[in-house]
């Protein structure tokens, strides 16, 4: 099936593949036999809770960089030019919203898992649901993980797809196992600055075989791939600022916000200064993945886009043809297609990683230990570490799922999350700024959001309306004669011509508001229902659960006024009599020491049972 004249790897290149392989090992071994010896649920999955914000940080970025982004992003850009980057403008309030609203209000309820909160705040079921929502975006989305660089280096080098998604499956499974949250965390730093390596090596490598930095401009300007800031507010148009700075808003609040592989990073951290602080060093280090991504594109684009590769690029394994290009240029200078080999891999290894830890660990704490309260420490450890084998061995069949499929993998990975992540964003966002919201409406807030994005979802693959233009000729048109390009543009403005109405309009809404459409949906459906079954009142509500935020923006109004619209007391007014707030995890959120092993979690697990007992008798008061 090989189309392509083959890259061979040579010794070194097997070499460095192996090194990024046992490196990944070593780590996870040491943390098997170092610090707790990974005897505790708290260690396993929450890393002691004692993490620095450095490492939390890398691995932060790591958890949703994968080799579809290493792959897809310049496959994007030499396809469609540079307005992908616009979604950058969308990581400013991605993180800024996550960094203050949704870490304070996570860390100071001192969860393990992000849909405890689903919980305390609303009830059991909802929780549940949270989890299984949350399960399911999970393990579609590590099949893409896994498949994707097996694929694309199975393609260009010969390299047996199977033996490579089992290497990095079992290899994975294996460190996730032994070393838990802290290999996990220390493994993802290891591993993106592999990441980095290999995309500035082909970076480097490309612009000198350009000829320069002046060169590579004037190609890719010509060729027509420095896009312009696209204002059209049409939202079935695939990528224009509104998409990708709006829509990916929601996208990344429903990775950074409320997605468990990352609250689980934020919860491990030793303060919640150190959490807050670790999410604002995501920006930084977000924009450089996404610069050397785009980047690269451009590189290749100026590199090949003259030798007429482009009918490579119809193919459907698109992607694939990125990954040629990069063993082509990198072709003889040893040890660097091994680099980006290993960067691949690193990319896929560290999400993988990422998604098998939390998956063990909302298993183990939303549906196995609420069943099993008399269970001991070392059982539910170990009970965790056979989840996180049972996760490895599942991600090896879904890798043979998405084996079937054929779209862009950076466009498939991110409708995953848009589908299934923007509706649970938005039971969450029910949840923290709706205080009258109830569990009746987040339960058929959530289906309904779900429904809303799997129709519009399924529908664009059924409709094949993905809202993708042909892409921008010139790179062909260099080749061509005159009167082909004619042609070619003429059949451009029949296309834009001929839009879409009706269902096929709705199907065909640009991929990068799914998140927003979902999250919506459940708000609205949430609050409706809520008001026709009897909204929640703010006494009934337990405490440290809810963001003011109807009441932050209406900051100008009076104080008797602004309670009676939106029933929420401001933090920090509300009479301590009144509630058991949960002060005694307040104050060990001040301290800049761990809390002390043994009591901590007898602590959460009372004050939990507490607000729990509480909403019981609120529920029955309704
Ligand atoms: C999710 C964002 C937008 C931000 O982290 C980016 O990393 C991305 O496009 N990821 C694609 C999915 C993946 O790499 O697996
Ligand atoms: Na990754």
Known sequence: MDPYDQKHFTVVDYVIFAILLAASLGIGLYYALSGGRQRTTQEFLMADRSMHCLPVSLSLIASFQSAVAIIGVPAEIYTHGTQYWFIGCAYILGLLIPAHVFIPLMYRLRLSSAYQYLELRFSKAVRICGTLTFIFQMVIYMGVCVYTPAFAVNTVTGFELWAAVLATGLVCTLYTAMGGLKAVIWTDVFQTLVMFAGQLAVIVVGVQQTGGVSEVWSKVWEGNRISGLDLNPDPTERHTFWTLGLGGVFLMLSLYGVNQAQVQRYLSARTEREAVRSCYMVFPSLQLALALSCVMGLVMFARYCGENHSEKLGTASRDAVVLYFVMDMLQGLPGLPGLFVACLFSAALSTISSAFNSLAT????????????????????????????????????????????????????????????????????????????????????????????????????????????PPPPSCTATLLSGNTTTIIQTALSNATLSRPTGLKRFYSLSYMWYSGLGCFTVVLTGLIISFLTGPMKEEEVTPGTIYPLLGNLLFFLPEHLKQKLCCVTPLGQRPSTQHRTPSRHKQSNGLAVPPEEGTSQDETDSFLANSHTAFVEHETAV
């Open 362 to 469: 909302v298993t183990m704490e939303d549906l196995i230990k609420p069943h099993f309260s008399t269970m001991t420490e070392a059982k539910a450890t170990l009970i965790s570490k056979a989840l996180a084998i049972f996760y490895g061995l599942l991600c090896l069949a879904m890798a043979y799922v998405t084996h079937l499929m054929a779209e862009s993998v950076l466009q498939v990975a991110l409708k995953i999350f848009g589908m299934v992540g923007g509706p649970l964003l938005g039971v969450f966002c029910l949840g923290m700024f709706f205080p009258w919201a109830n569990s009746t409406g987040a339960l058929a807030g959530l289906g309904a959001g779900l429904a809303m994005a799997f129709w519009v979802g399924i529908g664009s693959i059924l409709t094949r309306s993905s809202g993708a233009k």
